[in-house]
Nanobody
Framework: QVQLVESGGGLVQAGGSLRLSCAAS????????MGWFRQAPGKEREFVAA????????FYADSVKGRFTISRDNAKNTVYLQMNSLKPEDTAVYYC??????????????WGQGTQVTVSS
């Protein structure tokens, strides 16, 4: 069992930056690949970024490539999402998830409660 708690969301102006953190409980954090997803009002949950458990290889959605960076610290049981050059269209609730290295939310077993990110124009 893994419990995930996101933090770091908030209100930021367009062009600004935020760093999201996702703290995991349990001693099996390093056994999971981790992903970040987001969901805007009225829209489906969409993939943002993933980091593989074995070698920390990363993959990004085209919409965030070059602006967002996912990383993990297995010693701290934490995964991060550094978000730079934020745009109003990045506004959403951001969720971290633990599971397989995939863009498909159905392959992730554990989910956090989400943290709101709002980007003003």
């Amino acid at each position: 069992q893994v419990q995930l708690v996101e933090s770091g969301g908030g209100l930021v102006q367009a062009g600004g930056s935020l760093r999201l953190s996702c703290a995991a409980s349990g001693r099996t954090f390093s056994s999971y690949s981790m992903g970040w997803f987001r969901q805007a009002p009225g829209k489906e949950r969409e993939f943002v970024a993933a980091i593989r458990r074995s070698d920390s290889r990363t993959f990004y959605a085209d919409s965030v490539k070059g602006r967002f960076t996912i990383s993990r610290d297995n010693a701290k049981n934490t995964v991060y999402l550094q978000m730079n050059s934020l745009k109003p269209e990045d506004t959403a609730v951001y969720y971290c998830a633990a599971g397989s290295y995939s863009t498909n939310p159905g392959t992730y077993t554990y989910w956090g409660q989400g943290t709101q990110v709002t980007v003003s124009s």
